[in-house]
Every structure is written in C-alpha cells, then in structure tokens.
C-alpha cells in the first residue's frame, strides 16, 4: 500500500543521493572519488549504528500507538523524547570521537598520502553530515512508528544527501 509506495520511494532516494556523489566525485579523479569511498565506509558505521535508534523507535512507538490508551500515548512521548535524547546523545560521541581519532579512521582504510589528505580535507562537512543522522534517524523512526511514511522518506533524504 502506501507505506509500500514510500519505503520504495526513500530507498530510490538514497541510492540516487549516493550515486549522484559518487559521480561527482568521480569527476574531479581518482583521488577524489577514492577520499569520498573513505569516508563513505566511515559513514557507514556511523549510518549503521544510528539506524538502531530508528528501529527501536519505530518498534516501541508503534507498539504502544497501537494500545490506544493513555499510558499508551505516556509512553509513546516517552519514545520521543528518549529517541531525540538518544540520537543526539550518539550522533555527539561519535562526532567526536571522528574527528578526535580522523588520521587513524582514515589511515586504516588507505595508506596513500594524497588520498589521506584529501579525506582530511573533506572532513569538516563530512562530520557535519554525521551529527545530521544523529537527528535524521529518531525522525525516521517516528515517522514510521507513527505510520507517517511521507516525512520519514523525506528526511531519510536529508540524511543520505
């Protein structure tokens, strides 16, 4: 059904995201496309490690929308505030932790030194795009949980731009 139509919908929308980037880096050479595959991976472990918040989000919410009661409703703004708390909490620690320990993530995944220095280079607004998923995923989360498919596509979105 619907939910069916947006779930397609982000997933088209985070593909395309990554491709068009992967492009785009491509362009300016191999360096470049190589610094962008580095931080790529790093992102990944980031992406994944938030992608719990937005499952346990959307787990718990919907189970305690579907009681229809209002310790129901209690909890469930109890989920939102934890998942924001949550997110914001993690997407802080390992912002920090990226950019307190970036020469040895970066140094694991490539040892040329033009490839080094360009993901260096890249670093400032890749960490920005890592504390954006600290936010992004609760979203998606609620969204979801709540059954509102719509804004959690779009700010999935967000997140993988």
């Known amino acids: 059904g619907k939910a069916g139509v947006y779930l397609v919908g982000r997933s088209i929308a985070r593909i395309a995201a990554v491709s068009f980037i992967s492009r785009q880096s491509a362009i300016f050479g191999s360096v470049a496309a190589s610094s ?8 990944m472990w980031v992406t994944i490690l938030s992608d719990g918040v937005s ?13 229809n009661t209002e310790h129901g409703n209690q909890l469930s703004r109890l989920v939102v505030r934890r998942s924001f708390q949550v997110g914001f909490a993690l997407s802080s620690m390992l912002t920090l932790l990226l950019f ?10 490539t040892k ?3 490839i080094q220095a360009a993901a260096v280079h890249a ?3 890749f960490l ?3 504390a954006a ?3 992004a995923f609760p979203v998606t989360g609620i969204m979801m949980g709540g059954m509102d498919w719509g804004v959690a596509m779009w700010s999935m979105c967000f997140a993988n731009a």
């Open 36 to 43: 962008y595959s580095v931080l790529y991976q790093i992102g």
């Open 55 to 67: 499952i346990a989000t959307q787990s718990l919410l919907s189970r305690y929308l579907a009681q």
């Open 100 to 109: 307190s320990c970036r020469d040895l993530f970066i140094s694991m995944l």
């Open 112 to 114: 040329r030194p033009d």
């Open 123 to 125: 670093f400032p607004v």
């Open 128 to 130: 920005l795009a890592q």
């Open 133 to 135: 998923k600290g936010f």
